[in-house]
């Protein structure tokens, strides 16, 4: 698929398709550089990452590619230091420490977690790390860094990518400065990016956020939210979107990091037709809300039906306190390969997700997307992927 647009020509890429920047460990360096290698735009999931661990995964990305590649922070949050949050805080410690099968290591690790610790971001150093690293493109996602911070990102030559989920965050981010705009729907998986305005306000699906961006900013627009195939990619470019970003679609693929439990979660999902579970927000992991596949600590901390989450046992703490409170879990769960007790991230067209390598899963798109674009000009055959 030879299609030039805004996004191609503005970083440097001959596909306007970005693979998603998922913390965590999906991201490795191997996925980053080849979909790079691609023709497309690799992305580093550093928000989890130390400063240290940060610089190592760059060189080693450049040493795998010498193409275009991205690496995503998430911009530091305040989080109150009240009684409200202090008292959710022991209700939480408490309640999970004893709330499911781990041992009695884990339940310790819990409740001597340091909620001071818990709320100092890293966010500093990391991004000293890409300004000495020179990477070439910086994006970030729950909020805005300061006008300061992003000058500086200019002036070391850096493109510059933010994360709106409504109008209201595109011309925030495109006031402030920014190079390009990811437009995240309500259908994507992961955290959601919302940074003013959060619940149902914030909830926009991709076909009605789109069009909407395009229209009021005069910045490349990125669409994402279970965006999977060439129908998808083609629709996205109709909206007026200048390139799109996939995350579920690469979770599987051979250079993916994912958990080999969430790996085979997430392919269950892709055979399991009318039986399939649901992909639910939910703030039970993090404190803040992420898309992912329902499952038993999901269904234990806070049901959830649809889009409206039933009383939780005890209060779910903000985000990233939260978040620092369940990583004993998840890290258990890891060594368990209980998928159950994992944050299986994963947007609503999980049931599409691919395997193969990362270079095949973006030969498929862009022929799947030239496909449609020639079908819908009158030039090609018809078909589910045509």
Avoid at 120 to 133: C, I, K, R, W
Avoid at 189 to 217: I, M, N
């Amino acid at each position: 698929m030879g299609l030039e647009t805004p996004l191609t020509r503005l970083l440097g890429i001959s596909l306007p398709i970005i693979q998603a920047p998922m913390a965590g460990g999906p991201t490795t360096p191997e996925l980053v550089a080849a979909v790079s290698n691609a023709g497309a735009l690799g992305s580093l999931g550093a928000g989890y990452m130390s400063p240290d661990a940060i610089r190592a995964a760059v060189r080693r990305i450049r040493e795998l590619t010498d193409k275009p590649f991205a690496v995503n922070l998430f911009v530091p949050e305040s989080v109150p230091d009240d009684e409200a949050t202090r008292s959710a805080v022991a209700e939480m410690k408490d309640y999970l420490a004893t709330a499911g099968p781990w041992d009695e290591h884990v339940a310790d690790e819990i409740r001597h977690m340091d909620d001071e610790a818990a709320r100092n971001s890293e966010f500093d150093a990391q991004l000293q790390v890409l300004l000495e690293e020179r990477v070439p493109v910086f994006s970030f996602t729950f909020g805005c860094p300061s006008a300061e911070t992003l000058q500086t990102c200019r002036k070391a030559g850096m493109t510059i990518v933010g994360t709106a989920c409504s109008v209201e965050e595109a011309l925030f981010l495109e006031r402030a400065g920014v190079d390009a705009i990811i437009a995240q729907g309500y259908e994507a998986g992961g955290h959601r990016g919302a940074f003013l305005k959060t619940g149902e306000s914030s909830l926009l699906g991709l076909v009605a956020l789109v069009p909407q961006v395009v229209d009021a900013v005069q910045l490349p627009v990125i669409a994402a939210g279970a965006i999977m195939d060439g129908r998808g990619i083609a629709a996205c470019l109709a909206l007026g979107a200048a390139g799109v970003q996939l995350g579920t679609a690469f979770l599987a693929a051979t250079e993916s990091g994912a958990h080999p439990a969430y790996r085979q979660a997430l392919l269950a999902e892709s055979h399991a037709g009318s039986s399939a579970r649901p992909t639910v927000l939910t703030r039970a992991f993090s404190g803040k809300p992420a898309r992912g596949l329902r499952n038993t600590f999901i269904d234990t901390l806070e049901s959830t039906t649809g889009r409206t989450p039933a009383a939780a046992p005890v209060r779910i703490p903000p985000y990233p306190i939260q978040n620092a409170l369940t990583r004993p879990i998840r890290n258990w769960a890891a060594r368990e390969g209980n998928a159950e007790y994992m944050s299986l991230w994963a947007g609503q067209g999980v049931q599409m997700v691919r395997t193969g390598s990362a270079a095949d899963i973006i030969q498929q798109l862009a022929a799947e997307t030239e496909a449609v674009v020639r079908k819908l000009s009158g030039d090609g055959p018809s078909g589910a992927h045509a």
